[in-house]
C-alpha cells in the first residue's frame, strides 16, 4: 500500500513550518519543506495582495519542484497607516531591517498620531497548486492590536507586537497551542486540512477537485 502523497511546504522559515506541521498532524498528507529538496530560486513577489502572492508563490515552486504544493503569504495590517506593512511585512523598512528596527518604525510612526486607533490585523492567504493551476485557496485573519511595546519571547515576526484583546496580551506571551488556535495561519491551514480530510482521496487534489 502507497504511502500518503507528498505536499511541500513552500517556506524555509523554521517557525512557519513548525506551526504548520502542527496544524496539520491529522491531514492525509506528508510534509516536506523547501529545505528538504534541491534550492529552488525564489520568486519574485510582484501581487498587490496577499492572495496574489500566495497563487504565484503555489504555482511557481509547484512548476519548479514538480511536486504538490501549498504556499502561504502572510502580514501584518495596520490601520493607522494606511494597511502597511501589508504585503512587504518581510521586507518592512528594508529587506535587511531586524524585527527590532521594524517594530520601533511602526511606534514612531504610531506615536506621531496619538489619537488614531492602533487596530491591526494578521492576513494569511493559503494557496495549494499541482504544477501550474491552483486547486485551492483559503484566507485566515485574526483582528488585534498594536502593543505599546514588544512584549513576549515566543512566536516569530510581529508576535511581540500584536495585542490580542481575548487572551489579554500579545501573540508572544502565550503558549504555542494558544497561538495556533487562534492566530491566522491556524484558521487557513486548519480549513486547508479539513478540505484535505473530506476528499476521497487527498491525489485528488492534483486534480483540482474543490
Given at each position: 500500500?502507497?504511502?500518503?502523497?507528498?505536499?511541500?511546504?513552500?517556506t524555509?522559515?523554521?517557525?512557519?513550518?513548525?506551526?504548520?506541521?502542527?496544524?496539520?498532524?491529522?491531514a492525509?498528507?506528508?510534509l516536506?519543506?523547501?529545505?528538504?529538496i534541491?534550492?529552488?530560486?525564489?520568486?519574485?513577489?510582484?501581487?498587490?495582495?496577499?492572495e496574489?502572492?500566495?497563487?504565484?508563490?503555489a504555482?511557481?515552486?509547484?512548476?519548479?519542484?514538480?511536486?504538490?504544493?501549498?504556499?502561504?503569504?502572510?502580514g501584518l495590517?495596520?490601520?493607522?497607516?494606511g494597511?502597511?506593512?501589508g504585503?512587504f511585512?518581510?521586507?518592512?523598512?528594508?529587506?535587511?531591517?531586524?524585527?527590532?528596527?521594524?517594530?520601533?518604525?511602526?511606534f514612531r510612526?504610531?506615536?506621531?498620531q496619538?489619537?488614531q486607533s492602533?487596530?491591526?490585523?494578521?492576513?494569511?492567504?493559503?494557496?495549494?497548486a499541482d504544477?501550474?493551476?491552483?486547486v485551492?485557496e483559503?484566507?485566515?485573519?485574526?483582528?488585534?492590536?498594536?502593543?505599546?511595546?514588544?512584549?513576549?519571547?515566543?512566536?516569530f515576526g510581529?508576535?511581540p507586537?500584536?495585542?490580542y484583546?481575548?487572551y489579554?496580551?500579545?501573540?508572544a506571551e502565550?503558549?504555542?497551542?494558544?497561538?495556533?488556535a487562534v492566530?491566522?495561519?491556524?484558521v487557513?491551514?486548519?480549513?486547508?486540512?479539513?478540505?484535505?480530510k473530506?476528499?476521497p482521496?487527498?491525489?485528488?487534489?492534483?486534480?483540482?477537485?474543490?
Amino acid at each position: 500500500m502507497s504511502g500518503p502523497p507528498t505536499l511541500l511546504v513552500a517556506t524555509t522559515n523554521p517557525g512557519k513550518l513548525r506551526e504548520i506541521r502542527a496544524l496539520m498532524s491529522d491531514a492525509p498528507v506528508h510534509l516536506i519543506g523547501l529545505s528538504d529538496i534541491p534550492p529552488i530560486a525564489e520568486p519574485e513577489e510582484t501581487g498587490s495582495t496577499f492572495e496574489e502572492n500566495a497563487r504565484l508563490k503555489a504555482t511557481y515552486y509547484a512548476a519548479q519542484s514538480g511536486l504538490w504544493t501549498v504556499a502561504e503569504d502572510s502580514g501584518l495590517v495596520v490601520d493607522a497607516l494606511g494597511g502597511e506593512p501589508g504585503v512587504f511585512s518581510a521586507r518592512f523598512l528594508r529587506p535587511d531591517a531586524s524585527y527590532g528596527e521594524r517594530f520601533a518604525e511602526i511606534f514612531r510612526r504610531l506615536n506621531a498620531q496619538p489619537n488614531q486607533s492602533r487596530t491591526a490585523r494578521f492576513v494569511a492567504a493559503l494557496a495549494s497548486a499541482d504544477r501550474d493551476h491552483v486547486v485551492y485557496e483559503t484566507t485566515g485573519v485574526v483582528e488585534g492590536e498594536i502593543a505599546d511595546a514588544p512584549k513576549g519571547s515566543g512566536g516569530f515576526g510581529y508576535d511581540p507586537i500584536f495585542f490580542y484583546p481575548p487572551y489579554g496580551s500579545t501573540l508572544a506571551e502565550v503558549s504555542e497551542p494558544e497561538k495556533i488556535a487562534v492566530a491566522h495561519r491556524g484558521v487557513a491551514f486548519r480549513k486547508f486540512s479539513e478540505w484535505l480530510k473530506g476528499l476521497p482521496r487527498a491525489s485528488e487534489a492534483s486534480r483540482g477537485e474543490r
